[in-house]
């Protein structure tokens, strides 16, 4: 289930490789890693190369989980099977699904609840445009979000739930708010997860995140950590980015 940051404080990289890669750059992504036990970072690869992880010693996350165990429903992955892959956490709602795939805030609320029944920490995924941010209604948008998802959580999952802010006009475009931007909606979104569920969850930044501004990105004090999109192909940029948060 759910780890909290060690005492030295250090913080966590959740590495999300979308669909970037091919097995053959994933084959050599892996041996960058050999002998290596990283404890604070996780690996989320496309699914179908969960397999080739398993004789490493990297803790591993999923793209996107289904609500179902098993059926009739093309496509679509269970919690269940990737448990036999030693699959600990489950990226549930990033922006890209949301908007590609159209996912209902009720599905996401499934995802959560399957999650939590298989002993899969979902990280749930939050953030606003840049028309939202532009027009200061970043804590309106992020408030909604988390409310109507979350919501109708069942209590003990959300004890064991992690949030990744992801602002959509900061992934993949170099930009990033500043350090005290962060700060400031990290201590909002926590404040009201605490006050309207009773819960202390943990806050990951996540948008262009990368080895040229972990060091500064790092300094924040109230974050737990990281969601990597893009630098996450790069063995050595990953390699240069952990050896920050756990300096």
């Avoid at 289930?1 to 590495?15: E, T, W, Y």
């Avoid at 009739?72 to 992955?77: H, K, L, R």
Wanted: aromatic content about 10%; proline content about 2%; hydrophobic content about 35%.
């Amino acid at each position: 289930m759910l780890q909290r940051r060690d005492s030295m404080g250090n913080k966590k990289i959740f590495a999300n490789q979308k669909m970037y890669m091919t097995k053959t750059e994933i084959e050599t992504f892996i041996q960058a890693f050999q002998n290596k036990t990283m404890e604070h970072l996780t690996i989320c690869p496309t699914a179908i190369y969960l397999p080739l992880f398993q004789e490493s010693h990297l803790q591993l996350g999923i793209q996107n989980v289904f609500y179902e165990d098993t059926g009739a429903y093309t496509g679509e992955i269970s919690p269940l099977q990737v448990k036999e892959y030693h699959v600990s956490y489950a990226i549930i709602g990033h922006s890209e699904r949301r908007m590609i795939f159209q996912e209902s805030n009720k599905m996401l609320q499934k995802k959560i609840d399957a999650c939590y029944k298989h002993q899969i920490t979902p990280i749930f995924c939050i953030g606003e445009t840049k028309e939202q941010y532009e027009m200061h209604k970043t804590n309106q948008v992020l408030k909604r979000q988390i409310f109507d998802v979350l919501k109708n959580v069942k209590q003990e999952a959300l004890e064991h739930i992690i949030i990744a802010y992801e602002p959509l006009w900061a992934i993949g475009t170099g930009l990033v708010p500043s350090n005290e931007e962060i700060e400031r909606i990290t201590q909002y979104i926590k404040s009201i997860i605490n006050q309207a569920f009773h819960v202390s969850v943990q806050v990951l930044y996540g948008g262009s995140v990368n080895e040229n501004n972990i060091v500064e990105l790092n300094q924040i004090s109230n974050i737990d950590g990281f969601l990597v999109g893009g630098a996450s192909k790069n063995s050595s940029k990953i390699l240069k980015m952990y050896e920050v948060v756990v300096s």
